[in-house]
């Protein structure tokens, strides 16, 4: 059903672009034609007339050499010549100026004024020959002449005297045919061009519709969820732009479901990890408790182990519970450590006074190596403490007797710190992990921790704008190596 949906809205889509396109073209097309075919009438009209005129002023001035030369006979001949021309040629009328000093001899009219029964608009051609000796023209419908005709009328001049008049009268019938072809060829060429036109407009719409109604589906996927829905468009214009866009943002929400997903998994064992640590400390006390209640230990001694054993469970939660709060606070993207120019040096001396009587135990000697008296930095001086103070406590724990811890301290670019014991190693399959929240190996040495210690200590690093690198091989030691901005210009402002 939502399938067929898709597909009804696509095709509502194609038809109204198509709709659009086909209109707008039509439109178009007609006022175009309308546009062109009355041009080209009118400028065949005004072709045909000045042919006319041209004709005009060729008789005229036939005529006037025919008057001066006194070859009126000749000039007659060149009438009856003209006569029996094509039909559709203008009727040639030569008329006398009555009002001339000297008009035209009479045996050269071929007409008789005042036997015709002339339109107006003849009439004034023919008067204002005569008035105004220059040239004039008129069209439109005349009975007299048999339909639309077009009348030119051109003076006849003798030494500056307009003696006559030259008037062509000729019916348009034959233009209007050609008017006509040629309108049926012009309407045949604009149906052709708008039939083009509607094909160019259904492909165009395609064109147009189909990567719409594409981006609408997979825009209606991920606003379902399906994040791994693409356009698959692949235009390089407005369009293909803007479906790139989409698919950006289907990998944006791709990614954003999975680390959610990462999130919320982190989150489900993040409390299935916190209930597993504290359910064993609370079935201890509670199992002691239940038994000093009861009465079922009564020995002063072994009352005195059970309450020494649930004092050790009550630190061994609040350890967790500390660890677990410090680790959530250095994980806030809000929570900013205060920082103040810090001896790394001061802090490696204080930690290995603070780690002796544990050192010592186990005759593990801790050596620092430098090559001057500070190192400094930008930090938290008891957060930093706390860091590298996990990372010798691992390595304290982890190392076997009569061995040593090795710290370097030294400035490549940047503050590198270095702390390299001789223990057990890690395997390469476990490196990737430890930093992980409640990561524990399941090694004796471990059996004690919570599995938060090196997670804390990333998130220090981490807020102190640092990086841990681990490098390991089994039977032979670790190392972990920090990286920090070193400040040396504040040496210069501090008494050290």
């Known amino acids: 059903m939502q399938k067929m949906n898709k597909v009804k ?91 001339a000093v000297k008009p035209m001899d009479k045996s050269l009219e071929n007409v008789v004024m005042d036997n015709i029964d002339l339109p107006e608009d003849a009439r004034e051609v023919i008067g204002g020959v005569f008035l105004q000796n220059q040239p004039m023209s008129r069209n439109g419908y005349y009975e007299q002449f048999g339909g639309v005709s077009v009348i030119v009328g051109e003076p006849i001049r003798v030494n500056g005297e307009v003696v006559g008049a030259v008037m062509l009268v000729s019916q348009i019938e034959g233009q209007n045919r050609i008017i006509k072809d040629s309108m049926s060829l012009i309407i045949l060429s604009i149906l052709v061009a708008l ?93 002691y408790t239940e038994t000093l209640v009861d009465g079922v230990v009564t020995d002063p001694e072994k009352v005195a182990q059970y309450y020494d054993r649930m004092l050790k469970e009550c630190k061994g939660m609040e350890r967790l519970v500390g660890d677990l709060l410090l680790l959530s606070k250095m994980q806030n993207p809000d929570f900013i450590i205060e920082k103040e120019p810090v001896n790394v040096v001061q802090i490696f001396d204080n930690l290995i006074r603070s780690i002796s009587a544990i050192s010592s135990e186990k005759n593990i000697t801790v050596e620092m190596n430098r090559d001057r008296t500070y190192y400094m930095m930008m930090g938290d001086y008891d957060r930093l403490r706390q860091m590298f103070l996990i990372i010798l406590d691992n390595a304290i724990k982890f190392t076997p007797e009569n061995s040593s811890i090795h710290i370097n301290l030294s400035i490549q670019d940047k503050l590198r710190v270095s702390i390299r014991d001789e223990g057990i190693g890690i395997p390469e399959d476990d490196l990737k992990s430890i930093f992980n929240k409640f990561y524990k190996s399941k090694l004796k040495q471990n059996e004690k921790g919570s599995g938060l210690g090196l997670a804390i200590a990333r998130q220090i690093a981490i807020k102190h704008d640092g990086v841990i690198e681990v490098y390991s091989e089994v039977g032979v030691g670790t190392e972990f190596v920090f990286y920090f901005q070193c400040l040396e210009d504040y040496v210069g402002e501090l008494d050290i």
Do not use: C
Not at 211 to 233: C, F, V
């Open 195 to 287: 039939f083009i036109s509607f094909i160019i407009a259904i492909v165009f719409a395609k064109g147009l519709s189909n990567p719409i109604s594409k981006m609408r589906i997979t825009a209606l996927e991920l606003a379902n969820g399906k994040y791994q829905s693409k356009t698959d468009i692949n235009r390089q214009d407005e369009i293909g732009d803007l479906a790139r866009s989409i698919d950006i943002l289907a990998d944006e929400l791709a990614e954003n479901e999975i680390e959610r997903q990462n999130r919320d998994q982190m989150r489900i064992d993040f409390f299935a990890n916190v209930s597993h640590e504290l359910r064993t400390p609370i079935t201890v006390i509670r199992a």
């Open 9 to 99: 809205a696509k095709n509502r889509l194609f038809v109204k672009v198509y709709f659009n396109y086909a209109v707008m073209l039509t439109v178009f097309a007609v006022l175009i034609g309308i546009i062109f075919m009355k041009l080209y009438e009118t400028n065949t009209m005004n072709d045909y007339k000045d042919k006319l005129e041209k004709q005009a002023k060729s008789i005229s001035r036939r005529l006037q050499q025919a008057i001066i030369n006194d070859e009126e006979e000749s000039y007659l001949e060149y009438l009856v010549i003209l006569g029996e021309l094509d039909d559709e040629e203008p009727d040639v009328w030569t008329i006398s100026n009555p009002n």
